[in-house]
Every structure is written in structure tokens, then in C-alpha cells.
């Protein structure tokens, strides 16, 4: 007598057994549907009406690309960007190595009253940029120094800061210590186990805090406003003064470029913290 053993599988039907489970609506679906819409439409809306001939954007009257060609051949939209990005590609390289030493020094060693510097050096993340903007005018005209591009650079500097040390010493508390102490115990100088161990560790760390900083430098309006003087215009002072009248079609097409350009920074800053983590596990 052959005892036969029946599994539950067995007595489901071939046309069942190969089906796959349907799509089924849930209101997390709808609601993570409401949300990407909320966020993205307007930017969709935007890129719409960059294309449009009309002057003032009220209606759709045929497909141009001449805003960007009219936007490219601006010149105060252009010298504004040339101002844009020397603030801030010269506030992100003080910020990157003031910054890194910062978070270094602030997880190495320990001195009297090291958790109030801690909380002062981070201050710049939590106060306000028009309380940042308004303290930073009222030292500059307290030391009699007179406005201009390096004065914003200068502000820029203290804001970049923060985000860079802070960052750093993100990626500074997930890497182990006994590194550093074993190069140093192969014969190596606190500077050379410094910039051949430490440094190329932090160094992801240390690029998207750098890409971050380089963002909000790109896109601060109060304190460049603030701390300017006459002749030095940055993009987002540009921009204000031209939408008082109204947002005209070439100011779409600029704020499309500058969405794209955001959007290839956060992509390349993605692809380096990738390539780095799988060198790291390799």
C-alpha cells in the first residue's frame, strides 16, 4: 500500500496556480500620487509656459524656443550668474577645508568648553536667514567695511560652514578610528595618516557637503541682499527685481535652467557617494 501525500499546491488549478497578484488601489497609493503631484506640477507648469510666445504668460499662443535664446544673450542676467557662482564656488572652498578641520577637531580631541563651541559652530542652521542677514549688516557697518562681492562671499561663508562641518562629522562618526591609530603606529605623521587614511574616507562626505553648500549659496536672496553693495547683483537679486512687474517668459526659462542644474548636481553627488560606499565595502 503506497501512502501518497497531497500538498495544498496540488489542488490548485494550473490557470490559478500561474496567475499574479493584480494591482489593488489604496488610499497610500492616492496619497503618495497627491503628494508627487503637489510637488511637481508646479514645476511642470513652469517648464510649459517657458515655451510660450506670449509676453505675459496668460495664454498659450504657440511653441518658441526665443526666451532662452533672449536669455542667453542678457547681459545682466549673465554677469548676475558670473557674480552667483564666484560667491559661491569661493565660499564652498573656504567652508570645505574650515569646515573639515572643524568636524575633525571637534571628534578628535576635547578642551573646555567644547559643547558650547559645538552648539555656536551649528548656530547658522537653526536661526533665521534674516536674523543671519541683519546681524552681519549691522557688524559690517559697525567696522566701517565697505559693501561688496567679497562681503557676501564672506556671509556666505558662515552659513556654508555649518553645513559642511556638519555633514563631515556625519560621515567622520561612521568610520572606524583604529585606521588613523594604525597608521600611525606603521611609522606615519598625524599629517601624513591625516591626508592618506582620514582624508580619503571623508572625502564623500566632504563633496555633498560641498554640493549642498554650493545649492543654498546658488539660491540665498536675503543675506546676498543684505550684505551687497551697488554694482554687486547675484542671480536671485536679478530675478526679484525683474518679477515685480510680473513673471515674464524669460524669467521661466532661467528658473527651468536652474531646476536642471540643481537636479545634474544632486545626480552627480549620488553617483560619487555610490562609487565611494562600493569602494569602501570593496
Request: with cysteine.
Amino acid at each position: 500500500m503506497t501512502n501518497t501525500i497531497t500538498t495544498q499546491e496540488d489542488n490548485i488549478p494550473i490557470d490559478m496556480s500561474k496567475s499574479q497578484p493584480k494591482f489593488q488601489f489604496s488610499w497610500q497609493v492616492m496619497f503618495t500620487a497627491l503628494m508627487f503631484l503637489f510637488m511637481y506640477l508646479p514645476i511642470f507648469v513652469l517648464t510649459f509656459y517657458s515655451f510660450n510666445k506670449s509676453k505675459y504668460s496668460a495664454g498659450w499662443e504657440g511653441f518658441t524656443m526665443q526666451w532662452y535664446v533672449k536669455l542667453f544673450q542678457d547681459t545682466r542676467v549673465l554677469t548676475a550668474l558670473q557674480n552667483s557662482l564666484t560667491v559661491a564656488f569661493c565660499a564652498v572652498a573656504v567652508s570645505a577645508v574650515i569646515g573639515t578641520l572643524m568636524a575633525v577637531g571637534l571628534a578628535k580631541y576635547k578642551f573646555r568648553g567644547k559643547s558650547l563651541y559645538l552648539g555656536i559652530s551649528y548656530l547658522p542652521l537653526i536661526v533665521p536667514d534674516i536674523a543671519i542677514a541683519v546681524a552681519t549688516l549691522v557688524f559690517l557697518a559697525a567696522m566701517a567695511i565697505r559693501l561688496s562681492l567679497w562681503t557676501i562671499i564672506a556671509a556666505h561663508i558662515v552659513f556654508c560652514l555649518a553645513y559642511v562641518a556638519l555633514v563631515v562629522s556625519t560621515r567622520l562618526a561612521d568610520l572606524d578610528p583604529n585606521l588613523e591609530e594604525a597608521a600611525l603606529d606603521l611609522g606615519a605623521t598625524p599629517v601624513e595618516a591625516f591626508i592618506q587614511v582620514l582624508l580619503p574616507q571623508l572625502l564623500p562626505g566632504i563633496v555633498s557637503g560641498c554640493l549642498l553648500s554650493f545649492v543654498l549659496s546658488m539660491d540665498d536672496f536675503l543675506i546676498a541682499s543684505f550684505t551687497a553693495g551697488s554694482g554687486a547683483t547675484t542671480l536671485p537679486m536679478e530675478i526679484f527685481s525683474r518679477i515685480r512687474t510680473g513673471v515674464k517668459p524669460d524669467i521661466n526659462a532661467l528658473s527651468v535652467i536652474l531646476i536642471l542644474g540643481s537636479g545634474a548636481i544632486a545626480i552627480a553627488g549620488e553617483i560619487f557617494r555610490n562609487r565611494s560606499e562600493k569602494k569602501t565595502h570593496n
